[in-house]
C-alpha cells in the first residue's frame, strides 16, 4: 500500500492551502483517513481524522479552519487548510488505517504513512 501526498507549499498568514493523499497499492478497504503534522523540535501530532462512516475529528487548534474530506471511488483524502496562520507550518503526513490484499483471499491489518509534504506558512 502506497500513500502519496501533495499539495503543500508556502502561504501567507490568511491564505489557503489544499492538501491530497492518494492511497494505492493491495487496499482492500480503508476504515480511518488522517493528517498528522511535525513542527521542527516538535513531536508528530494529529490534526483531523476521517473515519469510513464519515465522522470527522479535528484538533482544537485547527477547528473552524481546516476541513477534512474522503472520496471513496478515489481512495483520498483531502485537507483543506483556510486562514492558515504561521503556527501551521509543518510537514504534512496522511495516515491510512485498514486493511490490505495479503494473498490466497485474505487479508490483513495495517496502518500506513505517506511521505510528508511541507507546509509553509509567513507572516
Known amino acids: 500500500v502506497q500513500l502519496q501526498a501533495s499539495g503543500g507549499g508556502l502561504a501567507q498568514a490568511g491564505g489557503s492551502l489544499r492538501l491530497s493523499c492518494v492511497v494505492s497499492g493491495t487496499i482492500f478497504r480503508i476504515n480511518t483517513m488522517a493528517w498528522y503534522r511535525q513542527s521542527p523540535g516538535k513531536q508528530r501530532e494529529s490534526v483531523a481524522f476521517?473515519?469510513?462512516?464519515?465522522?470527522?475529528n479535528y484538533a482544537d487548534s485547527v477547528k473552524g479552519r481546516f476541513t477534512i474530506s474522503r472520496d471513496a471511488i478515489k481512495n483520498t483524502v483531502y485537507l483543506q487548510m483556510n486562514s492558515l496562520k504561521p503556527e501551521d507550518t509543518a510537514v504534512y503526513y496522511c495516515?491510512?488505517?485498514?486493511?490490505?490484499?495479503?494473498?490466497?483471499?485474505?487479508?490483513?491489518?495495517?496502518?500506513?504513512w505517506g511521505q510528508g509534504t511541507l507546509v509553509t506558512v509567513s507572516s
Open positions: 495516515n491510512v488505517k485498514g486493511w490490505e490484499n495479503s494473498g490466497s483471499n485474505t487479508q490483513t491489518n495495517g496502518n500506513w
Open positions: 476521517i473515519t469510513s462512516g464519515l465522522t470527522t
